[in-house]
């Protein structure tokens, strides 16, 4: 599935799942499969977490105008959203409800992967 035709989009949707894979094999994660994901609006989930597969879907561009059939954003997320997004969704392979264990393990992991 191919949601991203900007070079630009392609070459962030790349980098994230390079991250992915990295803390995955690090942490010693099972990371079955890194995807996009469509975005319906401006306040969707960012990402998703699917326990039963140990699958990730983000996204790197948003949706926006949805009443009026949706049209991608003119920009790209940042790389800092990308990264927190990945970041979260790659500790829910761990711990998937938002408990203090999750909590403790995503800030742990964001201080590990801070300078990436």
Known sequence: MI?????TDRAL?????????RI????KLELNGFLPKRS??????WGLCYPDTNIIK???????????GGTWAT?????KNIKDTVIHEVAHLKYYCHNELF??????????YAEL
């Open 3 to 7: 949601l991203y035709n900007s070079k």
């Open 13 to 21: 949707f790349e980098k994230a799942k390079d991250l992915a894979y």
């Open 24 to 27: 995955a094999i690090d942490e």
């Open 40 to 45: 319906l609006n401006k306040t969707a989930n």
């Open 58 to 68: 983000i996204i790197i561009r948003n949706r926006t105008n949805i009443k009026d």
């Open 75 to 79: 920009r790209p997320l940042s790389w």
């Open 103 to 112: 909590k403790n393990y995503k800030a742990y992991l964001d201080e590990k």
